[in-house]
């Protein structure tokens, strides 16, 4: 009987062995199986495949863990986007950026720059150059001597340097600080670099411009009031004395007058926003201001022939202007040819714009001179300009003029021998 028992409790715990044994081959297989999902979905999850998904149909604690490792999946892949979107939208903040935009460590490595930086402190074109040090990735050595001092200043700097080249910049260097609960630690520099050239220029075109109207304008201010006040005090002059008194008085305020007209209509081509274009008969325009002009050259008894290859040039334009540049070369040709001299002008047609030439048989301009005629109040004999009514703008005038309106200008003049104003203006 005992024996029996202790048969029917040995089969018992044999018989439970073999069930545990058998549950735990398949939970040991089962677990295997998902261990081998995870290890293939990690590796394609590491490989940004984000879209693969684990089998979440298990029950018990592998169902929990499938669909948090999912969720996680999800997390991760939005994280991912969001880190991508944000250093894109900071990349194409940075392109669009018309300023050098440099940020450095404490250590002097650059953290960030952009393309206008680089082009601007000369960096390898398609070298890696954040992680570098400026020193060994600047290789505009002007702008790294003037930053390096400031690296990881506590205060904001501002510097303006000129380059060899006689370009202009100025270099902002403000602190980088990371900010904790409890203070502020300077982690490096922000460089903003800006390229002030054409604003430097413009300002000394400026100052230039204002001194040199001061100086005209008081040269025939002078001369009237003094001539005015010898009127004045003199009541017994001869009659033949005051009369010429009176002429220099009146030449002076023609010419004080010809300088504010033209000071005026330059000021108004330079900043008119807006011009009016209309349908333009360009030989029409031009016999007129022949016509006007004509008195001038019969006064000096210069020849002054002309060619039109098309009388029936049209271009879309506007009337003042190309009036305005026949008139000034035109006249500029007749007072700077001396007398029985000839001017020839031509006016050819092409498909898309015409030339307007005028040579004269003119005193010429020096080399030298040549890149300068269109400056504002430019001579290049000042003396001459003067004596036959000059006032140093018309040829800056015209330049405007024909840079409004999309064209160009050139000339060529050899000296003693004569000039070509050779101007090229577009239909449309």
Known sequence: MENNLLYIILLSITLI?????????????????????????????????????????????????????NEMIEIMHSTILEVENSHLQKESILKSISHGILAVD???????INERAKKMLKCEKYAKIEGKSINLAIKEKTILKAIMPFIASKHSVVKEIKLPNDDVYTINIDPIYLHNVNDRIIIGSIINIKNITKRVML?????????NVS????????????????????????????????????????????????????????????????????YDVFIEVYDMTSYLAKNKNITVTYNINDEKIKCRTNRDYIKQIFINIIENAIKYTPKDKYIYIKIENFDKYFIFSVRDEGIGIPDEDLDRIFERFYRVDKARSREIGGTGLGLAITKHIVKNIGGSIKVNSELGVGSEFIIKIPKK
């Open 17 to 69: 062995s073999v069930i545990i044994s058998i549950i735990s081959l398949r939970y040991a297989i089962t677990i295997r199986k998902y261990l081998k999902k995870f290890i293939i979905i990690s590796k394609k999850i590491s490989k940004k495949e984000f879209h693969i998904r684990l089998d979440t149909n298990a029950k018990g604690e592998l169902g929990e863990l499938s669909k948090n490792f």
């Open 106 to 112: 404490i250590n002097s490595n650059i953290i960030l």
């Open 203 to 211: 300002e000394n075109m400026r100052s230039d411009f204002v001194a």
């Open 215 to 282: 100086h005209e304008l008081k040269t025939p201010i002078t001369s009237i009031s003094g001539f005015v006040e010898t009127l004045k005090l003199n009541e017994d002059l001869d009659k033949e004395t005051r009369n010429r008194f009176l002429s220099i008085i009146e030449s002076e305020s023609n010419r004080l007058k010809r300088l504010i007209d033209d000071i005026l209509l330059l000021s108004f081509i330079e900043n008119k926003e807006s011009v009016l274009f209309e349908e333009v008969n360009i």
